[in-house]
Every structure is written in structure tokens, then in C-alpha cells.
């Protein structure tokens, strides 16, 4: 075993929960214990999404159902007869696959990157009030989100929306597949824009503003209400898989809510930290706020709580970029690292890291990154510092409206690539954000967060183990006058290039 954390089958505690993720790059699978703890092998396959320059960007939702199924059988197969109480799926969110009255697709799974959709992103904002809208749904106008890609298939396709009976997220459509079930998870329907966040269920207005129907879309179910399988496909599920009679199948959750649930940010105390190519802060919280920022989303997850947070577009993309353009592999990684380490100076570059647009605060798509105060004798190992120093200061703008919203977090937890491949960024977070970072560094946070959330339901009696962790980094109040300056000026900069 490569940690505590990690127990071998003869050690579990039942009830045992399988876990499913699709990702962005793989399918992947997981048994956990009534504890939380991950037992014996992972199964993984790998898939890419289908992209193209007009903005593609799909992947075809069988293959995945035909994924799961694989990783099923690995798992099951290594369980040596003992039982699975729960089945657990979460999926990248913001997906959608229309399908026919039998179940059939019509369309690819088109994935939250799909870009084909930008021209009626811009219509609606010319129709609607985007403020009234986030307030009402939690999010924004945005080409992830169902509202302008439904009006675009509506006018694209219109052959393709006059056959659809049905319009799934991925994780529906493949529960659907496994258990001929239709249904969806509260957070997975929170993620498509068309739920309102105060009720927890599809906005009707929302959806007609689509341009679909309301009986187009399927029930929705919280954390606590596993799906419900017909008598004969639970006979040809037991019999498929033996250890899976039984057990109870839970509707999708997003893979944002299952990411912060596993780092162990799975309350108001708390926020969770992605940190990997994108990054994102979230804070769970059970009391609704009445006013969102204008910066953050709001995803109701289940009938009692929601996560508000933000995302950035650009961290390991920004790292990767700079270690690319400043050719650090020629740079000593040590003389790298003492620089970002170092007490900050004011000749760093002051680095807005938009480098494939803005999420969370401003929404500015179009944005790109900007350098001020490079010059001449700039340090690539400066530069670099600069990018580091400019992603913490985009999650400090996110921490800023966050604490105007949810109860005062006491800690930061931080999971992710990047909190392995460049450590250092954790300390600069946690100065420029004025909170404790500790790093969780178990493997496949988002997969354990999963299993968490069906255990809620499953064994809720039972504590659950507390997940390998780093060394918790602090703030050193003596940064202080320096981050809040640069915070400062990020925010001027920003303002005056990017603010209207």
C-alpha cells in the first residue's frame, strides 16, 4: 500500500461503494469502504474528445457507457464475492446528449468545451438580464451552459431537436444505459443552467427560453434518493454482476461537487482548491445566500445544500505555457524554485494569466494574459514568478467575493496536478489569499468525494478516515502590505482593459 489511507479487501469495513469518474481525459473506477477508504485496484480507460477549429469539442456516449462497463467488470471481478451496497457516478459537468423515445442518441455527447454555440451566447445576453438570470439559476450566460446550446441546436439541427424525446447529461444518458433508468443528480442538473437554485428544480421560464419542453427534461434526485431500477433490469444487472445485487445506483453528481467533498471540503468551514490545468475555489454551504456576487456561480447539489465558487480558465495551462515561452528547462530547477520561494519584490512582473479567457470574476472571454512592468532585465525565473504570483492573485479575487456571501472559512484544502508538479504556488496562495493551504495528496480526490456521497446515504453512522494530507502552509502577515498592493493593481490593470 502506498499510504495509510489505502486498504487492501481483507480490511474493509463494509458497506462497500463502487465509485465511477469521467473525466475529461478518462473513465476511471474506484471500491471504497464504509470509512472512505479506496481498496485494491483502479481501473482506468483513457478517451480524448473529439475537437476541431470551429470550436468541437464531443465524444460519443456510448463509448463511455461501453468504459464503465469495462471498468465494472475489473472491479467486480477483484472483489472475490463480496457485496457492493452502492453504486456511485460523477461525470465533468455541463455535457449534453439528445436522445430519441427509445434512449438511442441523436446527437455526440457535446462536452462543456464546445464552442459552436458563442453566437447565441451573445443573443441572449441581448435577450435577457444576465444579473436576473444568475440570480435566479446561479449562473451566467455562457456557452457551457444548456440555455445557448439547445437555441443553437434548435436552429442548427432542427431535424435532430423534432425526434428528441429526451435531453440527458452524460451521466444521465449512461445510467440510463446501465440502468434503464431516467433521471438525473440535482448538481449535474444545477451545472446545466436550467435549475433554479432557491427551489432546487428545473426553472420553467429557463427552459422555455431554450427553446425545449419541460417533460424533455428528466427527474431530478438528490443525494439522498438512489434511482429507482426496475424488477427485471436489477435481475440482468445481478446476473451481469453477481457482487451488484442489490445495490443501491445514485444519480449523477457533478465531478465540481465530488472534487470538493473528497479534498474534505464539505462544509462552510472549509474551501476546496482545484489546481490543475483549471482551477476552481469552492465553498458547500446549507444556508442559500440570498445575493450572489456578480463573480461567483451557485449549483444547488441537493435539497439542502449548494456549492458557490468560481473557476479559473488558465493554471497548469499557465505554468505549462511559461515553462514553455521562458524555456525553463534550461533553468536550474532549484535556482527556479528558490525564486518562487523567495521574499516577494516589487521588480516582478505584475501578470494577469488569461490565457484562453476569463471565467470567474469578470467574464471576460475574450480576454487574454498581460504582462506589466517587464523590462529589458527581467529574469525568466521573474516572469515565471510573475505567472505564479498572478494565479494566486485570480484566486484571491474569487476568496474576496466568496467571504461576502458564505460564513468566514477557517481553511483552505488544495488538491490537484499542480499542487505536485509546482508546490511552490501553495505558499503564494496562501499569502495572497490570507488563509492556511493545506495540500490533500491523495490520488483520485474526485473519485473518493464521489464514494463520500453515497456513504452519506449508505452508512451514515460510520466516521469516515481522514485522507492523506501535506503540510499546512500559512500566511506570513509580513506579506501582506505587498499582496494587497498587487492585488490592487491586478485590479486597475484588469478595470482598465477588460472592465467594460
Not at 436576473?132 to 449562473?139: A, K, R
Not at 435481475?235 to 457533478?254: D, H, N, Y
Not at 467571504?403 to 496536478?417: D, F, I, W
Request: with cysteine; proline share 6%; net charge negative.
Amino acid at each position: 500500500m502506498s499510504s495509510d489511507f489505502e486498504i487492501d479487501l481483507k480490511d474493509a469495513v463494509p458497506p462497500l461503494v463502487l465509485a465511477l469518474d469521467v473525466g475529461s481525459t478518462a473513465s476511471r473506477g474506484l471500491v471504497y469502504d464504509a470509512h472512505g477508504r479506496p481498496i485494491g485496484k483502479r481501473a482506468k480507460v483513457a478517451h480524448s474528445f473529439t475537437t476541431a477549429s470551429d470550436g468541437t469539442s464531443q465524444i460519443d456516449p456510448d463509448q463511455v457507457v461501453d468504459e464503465l462497463r469495462t471498468i465494472i467488470d475489473d472491479l467486480t471481478d477483484a472483489l472475490d464475492d463480496h457485496p457492493v451496497a452502492g453504486v456511485a457516478l460523477d461525470t465533468f459537468a455541463s455535457s449534453l446528449v439528445a436522445v430519441d423515445a427509445k434512449g438511442a442518441p441523436l446527437t455526440p455527447c457535446y462536452t462543456y468545451a464546445d464552442g459552436r454555440c458563442g453566437p447565441w451566447v451573445d443573443a441572449l445576453r441581448e435577450e435577457i438580464s444576465e444579473e436576473e438570470l444568475q440570480q435566479q439559476t446561479g449562473t451566467r450566460v455562457h456557452g457551457s451552459y444548456w440555455p445557448a446550446r439547445l437555441r443553437w441546436l434548435v436552429d442548427e439541427q432542427p431535424e435532430v431537436t423534432a425526434a428528441a424525446a429526451h435531453y440527458l447529461s452524460l451521466g444521465d444518458y449512461v445510467q440510463r444505459a446501465l440502468t434503464g433508468t431516467l433521471a438525473t443528480g440535482t448538481s449535474a442538473a444545477a451545472w446545466t443552467g436550467l435549475v433554479d437554485r432557491h427551489t432546487a428544480d428545473w426553472a420553467p421560464e429557463i427552459v422555455e427560453l431554450s427553446g425545449i419542453r419541460l417533460d424533455q427534461l428528466p427527474p431530478i434526485h438528490h443525494l439522498d434518493q438512489p434511482l429507482t431500477i426496475s424488477a427485471k433490469r436489477a435481475a440482468r444487472i445481478a446476473k451481469k454482476w453477481p457482487v451488484l445485487e442489490g445495490a443501491s445506483w445514485f444519480a449523477t453528481v457533478a465531478d465540481g461537487l465530488a472534487a470538493n467533498v473528497g479534498l474534505g471540503a464539505h462544509d462552510e468551514t472549509t474551501i476546496g482548491a482545484s489546481c490543475a490545468t483549471s482551477g476552481a475555489l469552492r465553498v458547500l454551504v446549507r444556508t442559500m445566500p440570498d445575493e450572489l456576487p456578480p463573480g461567483l456561480w451557485c449549483y444547488r447539489v441537493s435539497h439542502d445544500r449548494a456549492l458557490l465558487g468560481g473557476a479559473l480558465n488558465d493554471v497548469g495551462r499557465a505554468l505549462a505555457w511559461a515553462d514553455v515561452s521562458l524555456r525553463t528547462d534550461h533553468v536550474d530547477d532549484d535556482e527556479l524554485s528558490e525564486a518562487l520561494t523567495a521574499e516577494p519584490h516589487r521588480i516582478t512582473p505584475l501578470v494577469l494569466p488569461f490565457f484562453t479567457g476569463e471565467r470567474s470574476t469578470g467574464w471576460a472571454s475574450d480576454a487574454r494574459a498581460v504582462f506589466t512592468g517587464v523590462g529589458a532585465g527581467s529574469a525568466p525565473v521573474e516572469v515565471y514568478r510573475g505567472v505564479v504570483e498572478g494565479i494566486a492573485l485570480s484566486y484571491a479575487r474569487i476568496a474576496s467575493q466568496l467571504r461576502t456571501v458564505a460564513p468566514q472559512p477557517e481553511k483552505l484544502h488544495c488538491g490537484g496536478s499542480v499542487t505536485t508538479s509546482r508546490p511552490e504556488l501553495l505558499q503564494v496562495m496562501a499569502d495572497a489569499m490570507r488563509t492556511p493551504v493545506t495540500p490533500v495528496t491523495i490520488k483520485r480526490s474526485t473519485l473518493h468525494g464521489t464514494a463520500l456521497l453515497a456513504l452519506e446515504t449508505l452508512a451514515p453512522e460510520v466516521e469516515r478516515a481522514d485522507p492523506d494530507q501535506g503540510k499546512t502552509l500559512t500566511p506570513d502577515l509580513g506579506r501582506r502590505p505587498y499582496y494587497t498592493e498587487r492585488f490592487q493593481r491586478f485590479e486597475k490593470v484588469y478595470d482598465a482593459l477588460f472592465g467594460s
